[in-house]
């Protein structure tokens, strides 16, 4: 997200705008531009750009593609085999790395013994490096094969934008078509960069490497099957500042990874205010979660935990069924769907207050219902996430980052340690109650009956405290509904980790249920199995974990 100059002394200080803009009276830094290297792989705005430049006097140096669309538009362009007296070789892998243009842009100004080798030498000087790199990030998102994406990793380019980047105070660097329009104002009013300006393009150009670098390292390393190497780089683009973080008092902005995950980043949004910190992140939450499911199924989702979840044939029956669990918690939540959402199914959520709506898409009658809302978010992705997808989670602490791949681990072998084992629609229920356990935040008690959750607890330091809890808004939202028993009533209840002593199960039990998911692995397993052999009640170990913290 970029922010547009304003006319005057005041103005951005966004490095993709360029920084601030000093008026000419303080401008005593101005460096004028007399040669542009203009070398690109994203045209966009290069026509416009290389029209102002000429403009105001500037030689105009290019290469294969750019020089062609410069010339097409009747531009003076000069190759830069040319220029460098060197021809492209290698298949143009080496065209700008030599001494002629290297020296022409590192070259210090301010320095004589510089300019008199450069005058020795015949290097001219370079005042503008314009260069975007070739889209390695683009060609691995899209499953191009290695010889592909080893071929679309730029040399020259991240060479060149360095160079400039560091003599700074003598050459501009821009990386980004977003930044030539403030280039362009500079020139019309000042007739050229001022420092700020070129130290503000330099960070956004060494950042710019740093991230292009790092898209290549992680590729390397996923390629090997090398998740956690010696030297673990991040690099992402900044699609917005926020209004500010997880509260008030924090500044916050979201990047992008370049990966095409169907999800609130690479969403498309159709209506609303701004997506918050939280918003992204509960959307997030609610969309993976949703994505479990191969029914039509609906997540209500309130501060990154799930408080209703349902699948059935058909969205609407889900969104009832979802809504029913925690019908308080729901108000000012975030909903997910996997599937397109129909005019029935926003009617019936358009009853509430909610915040975000996610889904693949939604039918124009749908979306016309929505309108009405003027504050709530649509966002439509196009898709939904494979949860089972490599890919890694980071958190950072003091000092550092905590780094693993995500939770994607599936139900296998499941082992009936009870004297009764599950019926088949226990079976189904106990599966999905376990799905969504892995979604809900530790510790995590899920209780579920025909495909609905009816009772979540969630994030609490004892599990039978979240038993108790689930068990508890499920009475009140029994009441709600006019009914006189709960509605964890001869459901089934899934734990994300073990019960560490029988009064957890013992909680579950007396709120209604009649079968038990859980890991198993306790050195109290005899005793919880013990209560449930008590009780008549089915359990299932599945010998893996949950926890989400």
Known sequence: MSTELSSGASASTSPETGGETAPASQATDIVPIRRALLSVSDKTGLVELGQALVEHGAELLSTGGSAKALREAGLPVREVSDHSGFPEILDGRVKTLVPQIHGGILGRRDLPEHLEQMEQHAIAPIDLVCVNLYPFERTVAAGADWDECIENIDIGGPALIRAAAKNHDHVCVLTDPGQYASLIEALRALGGTTRSERRAWAGAAYARTSAYDAAIASWFGRERGDLFPLRLHFGGI??????????????????????????????RQVQGKAVSYNNINDTDAAFEAVAEFAQPAVVIVKHANPCGVATAPDLETAWDRALRCDPVSAFGGIVALNRTLDEATAARIAQIFTEVIIAPDATPEAQAVLSAKKNLRLLLTGGTPDPYAPALTVRSVAGGFLVQNRDNGRMTDLKVVTQRAPTDAELSDLAMAFQVAK??????IVYVKDGATVGIGAGQMSRVDSARIAASKSRDAARAMGLDTPLTQNSVVASDAFFPFADGLEAAIAAGATAVIQPGGSVRDAEVIAAADKAGIAMVFTGIRHFRH
């Open 238 to 267: 900044r699609a917005g500042k926020l209004r500010y973080g997880e509260n008030p008092h924090q500044e916050g902005a979201f990047y992008l990874d370049g990966s095409n995950r169907p999800g609130v980043a690479t969403a």
């Open 439 to 444: 979604h809900v935040k530790s510790n995590a």
